[in-house]
């Protein structure tokens, strides 16, 4: 099978190499899937995963890519809950070779069935993103209706699909960016936008939540900003300065069957917009993520066509 490797941990996505690689294994409560769309992370390549097993083991080269969208071809011995020939989307393993294949063995509990009216590129959007953004809103920021969240990265993958779901619980969403996002985040439901490069981040006042995407000196300066009893969520590092009174709590994505086919739903309904930027074909995946052009919404990998 076709498929994008990865060996050599300093070279980051420069080291994108097309080959040639077996039929992946079924094991125990797996599904193969024929990847159709996948997504990519860039940040990856600095996870211990990507470069090692469950054990600790090398297992150079490696396939990268945690987010796809496909048809099931094969089950493992004991898989329940899903079909051959069944259309799924979620998250590969993240210490087995990934969706940038055409190809993958996946555990069923990490996909979901995928609609048929909902495309393959749109749904490899969705599983990391649309996950994180729950989960770090929800169960770990517990934002409720009325409350104030400030976004940081909120053009992002995961910050655009937070804004839209912080402001369906009716909460205030302040999202910070770039000054390019402005319009875009004001559509999808921001109440106000902050340009981080040229606009002071101490205006916002103060917030129930801060769910931080940036890291750096900007999760540093925020925690100022959380009122008594608030919360300082992040994905971007371990938190350096937590609030005065309040939590402080980084977390790494889970898969969550249910709570994908609930986003899968919103997407169906309208209530939700995956922000997808450029889909391109499996061989020019290199050339994506190294061209230096950013691009609004999240590179999509066509691997197979529909």
């Given at each position: 099978m076709r498929a994008i490797t990865v060996q050599d941990r300093d070279a980051g996505?420069?080291?994108?190499?097309?080959?040639?690689?077996?039929?992946?294994?079924a094991a125990e409560n797996d599904v193969i899937v024929r990847v159709h769309a996948a997504g990519f992370t860039p940040g990856e390549l600095s996870w211990p995963a990507t470069w090692t097993d469950r054990a600790g083991r090398d297992r150079t080269p490696s396939?990268?890519?945690?987010?796809?969208?496909?048809?099931?071809?094969?089950?493992?011995?004991?898989?329940?809950?899903?079909?051959?020939?069944?259309?799924?989307?979620?998250?590969?393993?993240?210490?087995?070779?990934?969706?940038?294949?055409?190809?993958?063995?996946?555990?069923?509990?990490?996909?979901?069935?995928?609609?048929?009216?909902?495309?393959h590129t749109v749904a490899a959007a969705l599983p990391i993103s649309g996950l994180t953004a729950w989960q770090g809103l929800f169960d770990h920021g517990r934002v409720s209706t009325g409350q104030t969240v400030l976004i940081h990265g909120a053009g992002g993958g995961v910050g655009s699909i937070a804004v839209q779901l912080a402001r369906e619980v009716g909460a205030r969403v302040i999202g910070t960016g770039r000054a390019a996002d402005r319009e875009r985040?004001?559509?999808?439901?921001?109440?106000?936008?902050?340009?981080?490069?040229?606009?002071?981040?101490?205006?916002?006042?103060?917030?129930?939540?801060?769910?931080?995407?940036?890291g750096g000196d900007v999760h540093a300066r925020s925690a100022a900003l959380v009122r008594a009893g608030g919360t300082l969520v992040t994905i971007a590092m371990p938190p350096q300065v937590r609030p005065a009174?309040?939590?402080?709590?980084?977390?790494?994505?889970?898969?969550?069957?249910?709570?994908?086919?609930?986003?899968?739903?919103?997407?169906?309904?309208?209530?939700?917009?995956?922000?997808?930027?450029?889909?391109?074909?499996?061989?020019?995946?290199?050339?994506?993520?190294?061209?230096?052009?950013?691009?609004p919404g999240k590179t999509i990998i066509r691997v197979t066509e529909d």
């Open positions: 996505v420069a080291g994108f190499t097309p080959a040639e690689l077996p039929y992946p294994h396939v990268p890519g945690h987010e796809l969208s496909g048809v099931v071809t094969e089950l493992g011995y004991g898989t329940t809950g899903l079909s051959i020939g069944q259309r799924v989307f979620g998250m590969a393993d993240w210490a087995r070779d990934g969706s940038l294949a055409e190809y993958t063995a996946v555990e069923a509990r990490n996909l979901a069935p995928l609609p048929t009216d909902i495309d985040m004001l559509e999808l439901g921001a109440d106000t936008f902050l340009d981080v490069q040229s606009e002071r981040l101490e205006d916002v006042g103060e917030v129930d939540v801060v769910f931080d995407m940036i009174d309040g939590r402080a709590v980084f977390f790494v994505v889970e898969p969550d069957r249910v709570r994908l086919a609930d986003l899968a739903e919103r997407v169906r309904s309208g209530r939700l917009k995956p922000i997808i930027g450029t889909v391109v074909p499996l061989a020019e995946a290199r050339a994506a993520f190294t061209s230096g052009v950013r691009t």
